[in-house]
């Protein structure tokens, strides 16, 4: 005989969700309620959006991105929160996947609607002259062993800067959670790279001329619970993953925490907090301020910490320049 919990923070209602890091039992009201309002601490905490403002949220049309934008709806539906511009947009970085991510392009645009978010579609060839297979093709004919993984996120990073600029947005909105951070902060440490916890954070690039700050308010978040929330609310999610996630180091990690997670509740908190300590002391120290000096990226002219930038190199080495640099100079 199965005996009912009561909710342990309204008394009232039946539980529905065991939330193992605080140890409360939630009934399903409690629950959207206390991860929203997660959301608007963080964002009040941080002054991730304030009311002068133009933001633009960047929607993969996974559940995370979905769910932001729904939550923010909600909060500027509330007055909770103000800002001056609100902008959504999807990158088509015009691999195989991103055909099957657009067919929920209707789905997406209802929910921005609904949000008061003006809502695009953008063809990364557009934003930056060439497309995601095209450098991973040439750079393959060339030789070269790189994942897809690292050609989509670099060029992606890419063309949202050169679509911030465009639309003259003050702050890109992002879906990251608990559980992307934890794992960035553990892949830093695998590739041996400090230097790459100064850009670790809930704010990132604030302090970055020609660089447009990037803020995550679902950043305390853990994936369980977004997708939970995304269940509660009925909001879709992707069918099906990436062919190419398989393949990322990222994906290992994340079952690898999920497993350690099953004996300490807290540990993705725990490394967050340890790589947010890290990039503080980071931040304020003279040996790395000297050590890591911005420069200009001598083919675009974008902020970079070496003579040319990241984007800008794979380009260059997939015989893709020309196409490129018109697109993306600064």
Same mark, same amino acid.
């Given at each position: 005989?199965?005996?009912?919990?009561?909710?342990?923070?309204?008394?009232?209602?039946?539980?529905?969700?065991?939330?193992?890091?605080?140890?409360?039992? $939630?009934?399903?009201?409690?629950?959207?309620?206390?991860?929203?309002?997660?959301?608007?601490?963080?964002?009040?905490?941080?002054?991730?959006?304030?009311?002068?403002?133009?933001?633009?949220?960047?929607?993969?049309?996974?559940?995370?991105?979905?769910?932001?934008?729904?939550? $923010?709806?909600?909060?500027?539906?509330?007055?909770?929160?103000?800002?001056?511009?609100?902008?959504?947009?999807?990158?088509?970085?015009?691999?195989?996947?991103?055909?099957?991510?657009?067919?929920?392009?209707?789905?997406?645009?209802?929910?921005?609607?609904?949000?008061?978010?003006?809502?695009?579609?953008?063809?990364?060839?557009?934003?930056?002259?060439?497309?995601?297979?095209?450098?991973?093709?040439?750079?393959?004919?060339?030789?070269?062993?790189?994942?897809?993984?690292?050609?989509?996120?670099?060029?992606?990073?890419?063309?949202?800067?050169? #679509?911030?600029?465009?639309?003259?947005?003050?702050?890109?909105?992002?879906?990251?959670?608990? +559980?992307?951070?934890?794992?960035?902060?553990?892949?830093?440490?695998?590739?041996? +790279?400090?230097?790459?916890?100064?850009?670790?954070?809930?704010?990132?690039?604030?302090?970055?001329?020609?660089?447009?700050?990037?803020?995550?308010?679902?950043?305390?978040?853990?994936?369980?619970?977004?997708?939970?929330?995304?269940?509660?609310?009925?909001?879709?999610?992707?069918?099906?993953?990436?062919?190419?996630?398989?393949?990322?180091?990222?994906?290992?990690?994340?079952?690898?925490?999920?497993?350690?997670?099953?004996?300490?509740?807290?540990?993705?908190?725990?490394?967050?907090?340890?790589?947010?300590? #890290?990039?503080?002391?980071?931040?304020?120290?003279?040996?790395?301020?000297?050590?890591?000096?911005?420069?200009?990226?001598?083919?675009?002219?974008?902020?970079?910490?070496?003579?040319?930038?990241?984007?800008?190199?794979?380009?260059?080495?997939?015989?893709?320049?020309?196409?490129?640099?018109?697109?993306?100079?600064?």
């Amino acid at each position: 005989m199965s005996v009912l919990v009561t909710c342990t923070r309204c008394g009232k209602r039946e539980a529905f969700f065991f939330r193992r890091t605080s140890g409360e039992a $939630l009934c399903r009201q409690c629950f959207v309620k206390s991860l929203e309002m997660k959301v608007l601490r963080t964002i009040r905490r941080f002054r991730l959006i304030e009311p002068q403002d133009r933001i633009g949220l960047a929607v993969s049309g996974g559940k995370d991105s979905l769910v932001l934008l729904y939550i $923010l709806g909600k909060l500027f539906r509330r007055r909770h929160l103000k800002c001056s511009e609100t902008y959504a947009f999807t990158i088509d970085e015009e691999l195989e996947y991103s055909k099957f991510k657009l067919t929920r392009i209707n789905v997406i645009r209802e929910l921005s609607r609904e949000a008061g978010f003006e809502y695009s579609v953008y063809r990364i060839s557009e934003l930056i002259g060439v497309s995601v297979p095209e450098v991973y093709s040439g750079l393959s004919e060339r030789g070269e062993k790189i994942h897809m993984c690292t050609v989509c996120g670099v060029l992606r990073r890419k063309a949202v800067n050169v #679509l911030a600029r465009r639309l003259n947005l003050t702050k890109i909105v992002t879906a990251h959670n608990l +559980d992307d951070e934890a794992q960035t902060a553990i892949l830093n440490v695998l590739v041996n +790279d400090v230097k790459r916890f100064k850009w670790f954070g809930v704010v990132t690039g604030e302090d970055v001329e020609d660089l447009v700050p990037r803020v995550k308010p679902l950043r305390y978040i853990r994936e369980e619970e977004i997708a939970v929330y995304a269940y509660v609310n009925n909001i879709p999610m992707l069918e099906r993953e990436c062919p190419y996630v398989r393949e990322n180091p990222r994906y290992m990690l994340k079952f690898l925490l999920s497993e350690i997670e099953q004996r300490n509740p807290n540990v993705k908190y725990m490394i967050v907090s340890f790589g947010d300590e #890290l990039s503080r002391i980071i931040r304020t120290s003279r040996y790395f301020k000297e050590k890591i000096r911005l420069r200009r990226c001598r083919i675009c002219g974008a902020p970079s910490t070496s003579d040319v930038c990241r984007a800008c190199d794979l380009v260059s080495r997939a015989g893709l320049l020309e196409r490129y640099i018109d697109a993306v100079r600064v």
